[in-house]
Structure formats: structure tokens, C-alpha cells
């Protein structure tokens, strides 16, 4: 199995708090993704990066940012968390295959 | 971009029956991923597979991809298979980002 945690993996908290989720990956790949995934919806892309501090947008960037200082670590953050953005939340990472391998996810309430 | 279709999208097995699940893509790819989701949320990879027939275990997969589409084959399923399966295409040539269907859920009742 791909060596990627993600943490926190359960969060709970109120509209308006930042938060922050983390990614980190010990196989030195090139490439993370950040996902939302909601019933009716499949897994959507929000952010990804092809190399530290190299970063662009996905299809449902709005109200999301992410940071990569370091080739392991990749940094979803939400300024300020809203409702609509209760979901579970997955990293990915890819090689020079492209092929990509998910982490286990974050469940993310927003109250 | 390009679309990727699944069918079908819901599908109940009895256990230990055989079944077929497609993925039609819109435009030519270089690569194409299956993936397990299972009950508990965890997405597996199954199959990484640009063309031709790969198997593993009771899974198998075939891609052609010049008729644009993807089987998975699931042969003598348990309930284990149960979850929602996945495929997915790069957006083009040489883009990292994938494109994934809605999915296939699947239910495999004893």
C-alpha cells in the first residue's frame, strides 16, 4: 500500500473556524490531489500540485487553499468552513505513471 | 474534457454469481484506473491498466482503448465485493488530473 496518511480523520466544527487538513505521503511522489467526495457528486478535484510550492486550482477550488513547502506534506486548508463543505475529504498521490493511490480520507463536519 | 460513463450504476449479485461492469470514456487515453470503494469508504486500487487484460485473483480488466471503453469482470463475487467501483482517465495526454465516472455500486447478497 501507497505510504499516505491524512489527518485529522474525524473533525466537527462551526461554521466560520478555519481548518486545516494535512496530507502526508512517504513515496517522495511528484504529484497530490485533494478531493471532495459527496453523494450525487463522485469524487471532485479541489486543488492539486505537481511540485513544492507549485499549486493549481481543480473544478470546486472556491473557499479552499493549499500549500506544499515540502515534497511530502500537501495542506487543504478552509478559511472559513461553511456548511456546504461538511464531506469526506481525500489525498491522492502519483508518480511519473500517473497513476494515483488515495489516502484514507477525513470526515469533515461543519455545524 | 473528457467524459467517462459507467454501467451499470447499480447492481445487486447473489453471491458467488459472475458480472461485467463498463466504463466508456469520450476521447482516446493513455491510461485508465479501477478503483474499490469499499463499505467503510477506503478507495483500493484495482487495476491500473492502458490496454489489454490484466487479472488479478477474481478480478480481471480489459481496456480498448481504441474503442474507448473498459470492462471489469468480477467472477464468483463474495460479499466482500460489495462497495461502489471506479474508473478513471487522465483529462488528456500528458494531464495528471482524472476524470472519474459516477460509479458502479454493487451489492453482493449470501
Known amino acids: 500500500d501507497a505510504g499516505i496518511t491524512q489527518s485529522p480523520r474525524h473533525k466537527v466544527t462551526e461554521t466560520g473556524t478555519p481548518v486545516t487538513l494535512r496530507c502526508h505521503q512517504t513515496?517522495?511522489?511528484?504529484?497530490m490531489y485533494w478531493y471532495r467526495q459527496d453523494p450525487g457528486h463522485g469524487l471532485r478535484l479541489i486543488h492539486y500540485?505537481?511540485?513544492?510550492?507549485?499549486?493549481d486550482k481543480g473544478e470546486v477550488s472556491d473557499g479552499y487553499s493549499v500549500s506544499r513547502s515540502k515534497t511530502e506534506d500537501f495542506l487543504l486548508t478552509l478559511e472559513s468552513a461553511t456548511s456546504s463543505q461538511t464531506s469526506v475529504y481525500f489525498c491522492a498521490i502519483a508518480g511519473t505513471s500517473s497513476e494515483q493511490y488515495f489516502g484514507p480520507g477525513t470526515r469533515l463536519t461543519v455545524t | 474534457g473528457i467524459q467517462v460513463e459507467q454501467s451499470p450504476p447499480d447492481l445487486i449479485l447473489q453471491e458467488g454469481a459472475n458480472s461485467t461492469l463498463r466504463c466508456n470514456f469520450s476521447?482516446?487515453?493513455?491510461?485508465l484506473q479501477w478503483f474499490h470503494q469499499n463499505p467503510w469508504g477506503q478507495l483500493i486500487n484495482l487495476f491500473y491498466?492502458?490496454?489489454g487484460t490484466k487479472q488479478n485473483g477474481r478480478l480481471s480488466a480489459t481496456t480498448v482503448a481504441t474503442e474507448r471503453y473498459s470492462l471489469l469482470y468480477i467472477s464468483s463475487s463474495q460479499t466482500t465485493d460489495s462497495g461502489v467501483y471506479f474508473c478513471?482517465?487522465?483529462?488528456?495526454?500528458?494531464?495528471?488530473?482524472?476524470?472519474f465516472g459516477k460509479g458502479n455500486q454493487v451489492v453482493v447478497i449470501p
Open positions: 476521447d482516446s487515453v493513455n491510461n
Open positions: 478513471a482517465s487522465p483529462r488528456g495526454y500528458g494531464n495528471n488530473r482524472l476524470a
Open positions: 513515496e517522495n511522489h511528484r504529484y
Open positions: 491498466i492502458p490496454s
Open positions: 500540485s505537481y511540485g513544492v510550492k507549485d499549486t
